[in-house]
């Protein structure tokens, strides 16, 4: 089973559209938990953070459930610049040293 | 302000050639360095971590090596490369807090 897993999509939605992403986690000793967002052919770049209570930054509301393990993106309102692939990210510390476990990415793919 | 060079962008290698990509970090000292690796289509995958000078820990056997002669600089190298090595490699970096900060990737086909 992977560490992150998440539907690849694509997602393929018109604009204004609201689109939600999922993705769960197996390591219950995961700490801390992320969205990235990943442009075509490069780096990846942290979206948001994503808290227990749910936080929400502008268009973007990220939810957290520890107990079912559990992580979700919603983006309202979609533009056409938020085409790109949404990375959902753990990070635990393990091994003496934290890191980064990257699920694969949910592409979304917004038109006019 | 914090910013990580890596270079080059991209790179067309042969089967069985040498291969070392660096990465720097400035404004910041003592991060947690990390090379990534994503294939094609797939997720990042954790090659190298570094806490700091000296101190390499490998996730993954395979035909890869890293190194930290510096402070801020992380140097990923192989003596032949393999077909297999193709892929977009990324340097990042963190101070312990959870969020990395990622170079801009080397582009990597070996053919």
């Known amino acids: 089973r992977k560490e992150v897993e998440q539907d690849p999509g694509p997602f393929n939605v018109p604009e204004g559209a609201t689109v939600a992403f999922n993705c769960t986690y197996s390591n219950s000793a995961s700490q801390s938990f992320f969205w990235y967002r990943q442009d075509c052919r490069k780096e990846p770049k942290l979206l948001m953070s994503?808290?227990?209570s749910g936080n929400e930054d502008g268009r973007f509301t990220a939810q957290l459930n520890r107990a079912s393990q559990y992580i979700s993106l919603l983006i309202r309102d979609s533009k056409l610049s938020d085409s790109a692939t949404y990375l959902c990210?753990?990070?635990?510390?393990?091994?003496?040293?934290?890191?980064?476990?990257f699920g694969a990415g949910t592409r979304l793919a917004v038109h006019p | 302000s914090q910013t990580i060079h890596q270079w080059p962008a991209t790179l067309v290698q042969p089967v069985g050639s040498p291969l070392s990509l660096e990465c720097t970090v400035e404004g910041t000292s003592n991060p947690n360095l990390y090379w990534y690796r994503q294939a094609a289509g797939r997720g990042l995958q954790l090659l190298f971590y570094s806490v700091g000078i000296g101190q390499i820990s490998s996730e993954v056997p395979q035909n890869l090596s890293a190194s930290r002669p510096q402070d801020r600089q992380f140097i990923l190298s192989s003596k032949k490369l393999l077909l297999s090595d193709s892929g977009f490699y990324l340097c990042?970096?963190?101070?312990?807090?959870?969020?990395?900060?990622f170079g801009s990737g080397t582009r990597l086909t070996v053919v």
């Open positions: 994503v808290y227990s």
């Open positions: 990042a970096w963190s101070q312990g807090t959870g969020g990395y900060t």
């Open positions: 990210v753990v990070w635990m510390f393990s091994g003496g040293y934290n890191k980064l476990i």
